[in-house]
């Protein structure tokens, strides 16, 4: 089965708030309502991990120190100074 692409968060909210009618109008058979939930969760999910990487991205860059190097979000991961080792390409900003 192959994966469905990732959509941007005002995609997804907007899917999201559509399932939300779809529950609340109490026309679906219970399986269908089943799995919109699920569908629902899913977007959840991705939702609140776009907006913990938002939010990583802006405090990097609201940092005074300009020499801090901008890294990909990793979740649940100890909030500390990323490990580089000689060689590693960081580009200061």
């Given at each position: ?41 899913k977007l959840v999910q991705e939702g609140q991990e776009r907006l913990a990487k938002a939010e990583q991205r802006i405090q990097i860059l609201m ?31």
């Amino acid at each position: 089965m192959a994966k469905k692409p990732v959509q941007d968060f005002e995609s997804t909210l907007k899917e999201l708030e559509q399932i939300v009618q779809n529950l609340e109008s109490g026309d679906l058979p219970l399986e269908e309502a089943l799995n919109e939930f699920e569908s629902a969760i899913k977007l959840v999910q991705e939702g609140q991990e776009r907006l913990a990487k938002a939010e990583q991205r802006i405090q990097i860059l609201m940092r005074k120190d300009e020499d801090s190097p901008l890294v990909d979000y990793q979740p649940n991961t100890p909030k500390s100074a990323p490990v580089t080792q000689a060689g590693d390409d960081i580009i200061p900003f």
